[in-house]
């Protein structure tokens, strides 16, 4: 054997013994196949010099060189999109989402910055509106004319300020034409005090439900035992009381009722499942009183306005929240719910002021003590009435 051969032959023996090195890092699977590759060309037939230099083992410790087909395919690998990764974020953002919404229920958020412009909010729970048209399959209905009346019927803010312009029922007549009786009472309540008329209480005369006896069964009794305990009407009382027995209920369109936060303030009881009409308790009166009108009334379409937010008062004369029991024992909110659930009963429209109107929120921008409207409150609370006026019907206003 020459030298020459037996250096080929303990060359083979050490690359048997010594494998090559790989760069783990750096190599990818293939590059290892393009170095295969390139082997078996080197075996399949002669090449040239400069070939069988290209494809001559690294020298030992070396790493191999990398092809470009190998930089490629790991381009492309590290451009392919994850499917799996995001289907596994939007079920995640999902139940994110769920958490949310459980986290923050009834959380009031104001869509708009402006304050000015801004009168309704986003709630996972929507103000409590419920616009219905009159019955049209009530063969009692009047005929149409060209004269719209609507009587107001309440008590605070649709009672401050008769004359004025600012007014809810002088902004609704100069909106839109029509003749507005407004008979509100000052002082007065939803409920009664008591259940039946007594001088330990007289303006229970002026409730909701003995004013409703007024106008449909002509009952002047309870009026007259007020006026014999108050040694005559105050001027305001007055006026309310002869307009509301002047009017021609044969030709009244619409009645609104308007009270407001006054039976929260004096905490009267809002609601009994066993005494639904009973003229005491908050829901039971306004029931009580609709009763009467859809009798002897049913061509009167009627529109409840609720109260708008009011403020608790503690003892020392600070405004709390009215959503909390720490001043007064049962919540505004409890009373609004169970009013609109009373109208959606009775088949009447229920507008939501303490939710879509004056709203906690804002309270501050239209009241002017805490429960009595502002002038911005009054025009809004006009424009809230003219809405549900108009849903079902084309007045030209």
Known sequence: ???NNQNISDHKKRRSKEP????????TLDELEAELEANEEAHAGPVSKKQSASHRPSPRGSAPKKSSSGKSSRKK???RINFQVILLSLIALVFVTIAFKLLFWDKRVRES???ENDTTLSFDTE?????VPLDSSDTSQKEKDGDLRILFLGNGSLADGKDSDSNIANIVQEKTGATVYNCAIPGSYMSMKN???KD???YDAFSFYNLCTIF???NTKTISWAERDLGGFPEDVKESLDLLQSIDYNELDVLCIYYDGADYLDQRGSYDIDKESDPTLYCGALSAGLDLIREFLPHVRVIVMSPTYAYAVDENGNYTSSFTTEVLEEPMSNYIGLQSQTCMDHHVTFVDNFYGSVYEEIADDYLKDNVLLNEKGHALLADRFLYALNRFNDYDF
């Open 1 to 3: 054997m020459t030298k």
């Open 20 to 27: 090559e090195w790989i760069d783990l890092e750096e190599s």
């Open 77 to 79: 690998k590290k451009m």
């Open 113 to 115: 910055t402006e304050r």
């Open 127 to 131: 103000p409590l509106d419920s616009i």
């Open 195 to 197: 259940d039946t008329y």
């Open 200 to 202: 330990t209480f007289i």
């Open 216 to 218: 449909t069964i002509d």
